[in-house]
Nanobody
Framework: QVQLVESGGGLVQPGGSLRLSCVASGSVFSINTLGWYRQTPGKQRELVAAISRSGGTNYADSVQGRFTISRDNAKNTVYLHMNSLKPEDTAVYFC??????????????WGQGTQVTVSS
């Protein structure tokens, strides 16, 4: 059994910053790629940023230069540092992990989501 638990969402003014965190708990043997996705009503979930186990990163064009993804492998945690936030960044943000539990195969897991609202 594994859980991805996000935290750090909330209401912020345009131009502000937030840091999202996501912790993988349970019998985790290894984690490969970690990512953050976001979704707004009526739209498909989209990739915001991803980071490989070795630290390679990938960003959506819309957040490049404003958001930074990082991870702490010892803590099974991924972060998303969001700066210069815009109203169009408003969405539910989901954590995503490709991980392997002890005695299991590799699967993709999702967190429950955390709301980020950018508004004055």
């Amino acid at each position: 059994q594994v859980q991805l638990v996000e935290s750090g969402g909330g209401l912020v003014q345009p131009g502000g910053s937030l840091r999202l965190s996501c912790v993988a708990s349970g019998s985790v043997f290894s984690i490969n790629t970690l990512g953050w996705y976001r979704q707004t009503p009526g739209k498909q979930r989209e990739l915001v940023a991803a980071i490989s186990r070795s630290g390679g990163t990938n960003y959506a064009d819309s957040v490049q230069g404003r958001f930074t993804i990082s991870r702490d492998n010892a803590k099974n945690t991924v972060y998303l540092h969001m700066n210069s936030l815009k109203p169009e960044d408003t969405a539910v943000y989901f954590c995503n992990a490709d991980l392997k539990l002890y005695g299991s195969n590799w699967y993709t897991y999702w967190g429950q989501g955390t709301q980020v609202t950018v508004s004055s």
